[in-house]
């Protein structure tokens, strides 16, 4: 017997002008977003001296801080940066199972 209340035409008329302005809000939140690039598998050059440059000026290198810099994936950052260890370039400064710190050499 119930059902849905007819609306009137000034409730009808408030809908429509608050679809208009939602429509809107979403138009301007799509536009301000860039597109998210793919992230690397591959790690950087150990040997590149830009590279080697850009670990340099960082004052702690974590394995997070080294994947955003370069773009690459979190996993690929830690063995990069164990692979610069090895290397010499850096060294372990405090770190447990799941996260190293590291320094660069000078």
């Known amino acids: 017997m119930g ?10 008329e408030r ?11 979403k138009k ?3 536009a301000g977003f860039r597109e998210k ?3 690397a598998i591959v790690p950087p050059d150990p040997r590149n001296e830009k590279i080697l440059g850009e670990l340099k ?3 702690v290198l974590t394995p997070y801080a ?7 994936r979190i996993s690929t950052a830690k063995d990069f ?5 090895e ?14 710190i590291y320094k660069p050499m000078d």
Do not use: Y
């Open 81 to 85: 940066l164990e692979q610069l260890e």
């Open 15 to 25: 809908m429509q002008k608050r679809q208009g302005k939602q429509e809107k809000k």
């Open 87 to 100: 290397n010499g370039v850096v060294q372990m400064v405090s770190g447990n199972h799941s996260l190293k």
């Open 28 to 30: 301007d939140k799509t």
């Open 57 to 59: 000026k960082m004052r």
């Open 37 to 39: 690039k793919p992230v």
């Open 66 to 72: 080294v994947a955003t810099r370069f773009n690459i």
């Open 3 to 12: 059902g849905k209340k007819k609306l009137s035409l000034k409730q009808i």
